[in-house]
Each structure stands twice: as C-alpha cells, then as structure tokens.
C-alpha cells in the first residue's frame, strides 16, 4: 500500500517536473524569440540612423558647394551700400571698392569708400544687414581713387551667370573694383572652374 502511494508521488513528481520543464523550456525559447527580435530592432534603427546621417552630411556638402550664384539674400547690393553710407553718417561719401564673400561662418558686403582724404570700410551682414565692423582713417591717397556709379553696374547675380556660362564649377565669391585700366570690372572667383573678369557694366568678358 504504501509502495503504490510513494509511486503515486513519485510519478505526480515527475508529471510536474516534465510540466515545469516544458514551461521552462518554453520561456527559454520565448527568451531567445524576443532577444532575436530585440536585435533586429537595433539593427534597423541603427541602420536608419546612418542612414539619416549621411543624407544630412550629404545635405550638407551639396549646400557647401551649391555657390552664391544659387542663394537668394536678404540685403542686396544697393541696400549694403546704403547701410555703408548710413554707419559713418558723413554726407558724400564714394564706394571705390565692394566685396561679397564668406567671413566667419556668414556672407558679408566688405565695402570701401573715400570722402575728403579720409579712406572709410565697412562689413554688413548679408541676412541681417548689421554693421559688422566699420574703419575710418586717413588716407592722402583718396585723390587717386575712383568712385562707382551704381546706376551703370549690372546686377551680381546676372555678373555670376554670365561668368559660369561654358565654365565648371560654383561662384565662391565676387568682387567690384577698378583694374589697372581704370574700369570696373567684377572679378568672379570659380571655385573648381576658371575665374572671370567682366566689364560690370556691359557683362564682356575681360579675362578668363
């Protein structure tokens, strides 16, 4: 009697040592499933995360090299020599000189002018039209220079077409000043193609 009742345990032990076997087994492969998941999860959103990187680094590197010629500004060249001649607040001053190019991080107008000996310079921002810096000096040499008549200058933006017309590359920069001749000219400066210089009031091509 007593044999049967040890076997009768003996065998409920091991239905519930099989059952919780099983189980056991169970989670371990419910354990492995999620854990595989898991992983594939992380490879995904890893994935996605390069490959958001490199469309934002490639973003970026096409905005690096897309040149002024394409970018619209807020402050034109008329409006930065109005803010040139507004900062130093003398009546009659000439522009003899103007540059557009990146500084710091920012597209600036460097503009130089002359009044009565004395030589004036001044960077405005191109987005926010802010006075940057401004310089005045003496200068005896203000004689010899020779002031821009803005109403003759084409527009840069017609400047740098004409200049990437049969030309490789992006405008970097640009600059309005007098050549060794005595005209005004803009000097385009082609990063990856041959720089320009042309007339500034007919846009022929002087130089390339």
């Given at each position: 009697m007593k044999l049967n009742k040890n076997?009768?345990?003996g065998a409920?032990?091991?239905?519930?040592?099989?059952?919780?076997?099983?189980?056991?087994?169970?989670?371990?492969?419910?354990?492995?499933?999620?854990?595989?998941?898991?992983?594939?999860?992380?490879?995904?959103?890893?994935?996605?995360?390069?490959?958001?990187?490199?469309?934002?680094?490639?973003?970026?590197?096409?905005?690096?090299?897309?040149?002024?010629?394409?970018?619209?500004?807020?402050?034109?060249l008329d409006d930065a020599v109005n803010k040139f001649k507004e900062a130093f607040k003398v009546d009659?001053?000439?522009?003899?000189?103007?540059?557009?190019?990146?500084?710091?991080?920012?597209?600036?107008?460097?503009?130089?002018?002359f009044k009565d000996g004395e030589e004036f310079e001044a960077?405005?921002?191109?987005?926010s039209g802010e006075v940057l810096s401004k310089e005045q000096d003496k200068d005896d040499d203000t004689k010899d220079d020779m002031a821009i008549d803005f109403t003759k200058v084409k527009a840069p933006k017609e400047a740098m077409e004409k200049a990437l017309e049969n030309n490789k590359g992006y405008v970097k920069s640009y600059e309005l000043d007098f050549n060794d001749q005595g005209k005004l000219v803009y000097e385009i400066d082609v990063e990856n193609g041959d720089d320009v210089e042309l007339d500034a009031e007919t846009l022929d091509i002087i130089q390339k």
């Open positions: 076997l009768k345990y409920s032990a091991l239905a519930l040592a099989l059952l919780l076997s099983a189980c056991s087994g169970e989670n371990a492969n419910k354990a492995k499933e999620d854990a595989k998941d898991a992983a594939s999860n992380a490879e995904i959103a890893i994935s996605q995360e390069v490959s958001s990187a490199k469309d934002k680094a490639e973003e970026k590197v096409d905005e690096a090299t897309k040149g002024i010629e394409g970018k619209e500004f807020k402050v034109s009659g001053i000439e522009v003899s000189s103007l540059e557009f190019d990146e500084d710091d991080g920012k597209y600036v107008y460097d503009i130089k002018g960077k405005i921002d191109a987005e």
